[in-house]
């Protein structure tokens, strides 16, 4: 592949995992690598990461991008030659070579014994099959490793913490791994195309990963993100209102400025412009399927609480309940999410989606919350269990609304399968697509 296509497949690559490359920083890029020496691979990453990469959160995915279509080793391998026989003996001097190296600390050799491994027994179905990172490591059981390595350094070095000795052979270890799993991606992306592998390894960007099919891992470090996400938007929506469209013209002031110029009005004077603060009002729905998304968008609306007037949230089942006293200035977040889940009344009888019998029990216990100053956001799926949609109730409480909106947690391809009435209620409100927290961000933004 050259250089040119090479670079092309990259940057498309980084895009299609999430990372905002624009054509003008591709670009950038290109100009950066004629002052870099193309044949320094680490002189190559630092041109590429220093114009591509503008968030710490997506260097993760970059360098595993990068090391797929810039490999250390370029070009087919001679999986036979590198194939040592299969035995114990083989095995125990693999395992004290590799044990020489780590404690070298020679990355260079480590990455040769990497390599080699792999081409021994990183193959699957008797040598006829894909690559496996897990063959490898399983076999070489690098972590075994290091109650020798521990004695062969402190008995050579007897002043060296143990401790230190440990953390320096565990990061060496972890590097093994590493460079295990690149040879192994390399491989398969040799046999079965860069693009496939490309798909199949890299993770979306934290703010990319959809509410509904995130990890716990996913979901902890999403919560962390809400407050300072919170604070970005709060800043463009401040100086936005700041800066924003002037008020009305104030006509008689710009006549009398234009009398000092002939009566040819340079110099126009408006009105100040009033600023609009919402009243928010919030319908989720909490039940198991979209509570994560629900718990974001409340998250992430009370954290951005003085951007509005007013703000109520209710969650809903089969049975529905005000929970704006769980989301207080200064509560814990997963405890004001505990709560509502533990304490609030949403549950009636079957503690399944019932959206009609929802929006019943609201218009008749809070219909007086919307009125024409109220923005009115519903939080849902639209999965109604074939459940009477209540569309009349809907009808009733968007005419007494200012806005009315519906974020819906799902792919757009996947609304009207199954017990979904997304397309009911899209006809008579607006409903967004609301995956991740790039289109929750986007969304609120808008709406404040």
Aim: net charge neutral; aromatic share 8%.
């Amino acid at each position: 592949m050259a250089l040119l296509d090479r670079h092309i497949g990259f940057v498309a690559a980084l895009r299609e995992a999430g990372l905002p490359v624009s054509l003008a920083e591709g670009l950038d890029a290109v100009h950066a690598l004629e002052a870099v020496d193309l044949g320094d691979r680490a002189s190559l990453r630092a041109a590429y990461a220093a114009t591509l990469v503008k968030r710490p959160a997506h260097r993760e995915a970059f360098d595993l991008l990068f090391d797929l279509w810039f490999p250390a080793v370029m070009g087919s391998t001679e999986e036979a030659r590198d194939r040592p026989a299969y035995g114990d003996p083989e095995l125990a001097r693999l395992r004290d070579e590799l044990s020489g190296i780590l404690l070298s600390g020679d990355d260079e050799a480590l990455r040769a014994f990497a390599r080699g491994a792999v081409g021994a027994y990183g193959r699957g179905n008797g040598g006829s099959g894909t690559w496996f990172s897990y063959q490898v490591l399983r076999i070489l059981s690098a972590d075994t490793l290091m109650a020798g390595l521990l004695n062969a350094v402190l008995a050579e070095r007897g002043g060296l913490d143990e401790k230190v000795a440990r953390r320096t052979f565990a990061r060496r270890i972890a590097r093994f791994e590493e460079l295990v799993g690149q040879d192994v991606r390399r491989r398969i992306a040799e046999e079965g195309g860069l693009e496939r592998v490309a798909r199949a390894n890299v993770r979306p960007p934290l703010e990319q990963v959809d509410f509904l099919r995130a990890t716990r891992a996913d979901l902890a470090a999403l919560r962390r993100e809400i407050h300072p996400l919170a604070r970005r938007l709060a800043t463009r929506l401040t100086v936005r209102n700041r800066h924003g469209r002037r008020g009305r013209l104030d006509f008689r002031r710009t006549v009398r400025t234009s009398l000092s110029t002939g009566g040819v009005p340079l110099t126009t004077h408006h009105r100040p412009r009033r600023p609009h603060k919402p009243e928010l009002v919030v319908l989720c729905d909490a039940s198991d399927s979209v509570s994560s998304f629900a718990h974001f968008t409340l998250l992430l609306t009370y954290a951005l609480r003085e951007q509005f007037a007013k703000v109520r949230a209710f969650a809903f089942i089969d049975g529905l309940d005000e929970v704006t006293r769980f989301f207080a200035p200064g509560a814990d977040v997963v405890e004001a999410i505990t709560r509502m889940t533990n304490e609030a009344d949403i549950v009636w009888v079957s503690g399944h989606s019932d959206y009609g019998r929802a929006f019943a029990v609201f218009e008749e216990r809070y219909g007086d919350a919307v009125t024409p100053k109220t923005s009115l956001l519903i939080l849902g799926d639209a999965r109604t269990n074939y459940q009477d949609p209540g569309l009349d109730t809907v009808r009733r409480l968007i005419g007494r609304a200012r806005h009315a909106y519906w974020l819906n947690p799902e792919p757009a391809r996947d609304w009207d399968s199954g017990d979904s009435a997304a397309s009911v209620y899209a006809e008579v409100l607006p409903m967004h697509e609301c995956r991740n927290l790039t289109q929750l961000a986007e969304f609120v933004e808008t709406l404040a």
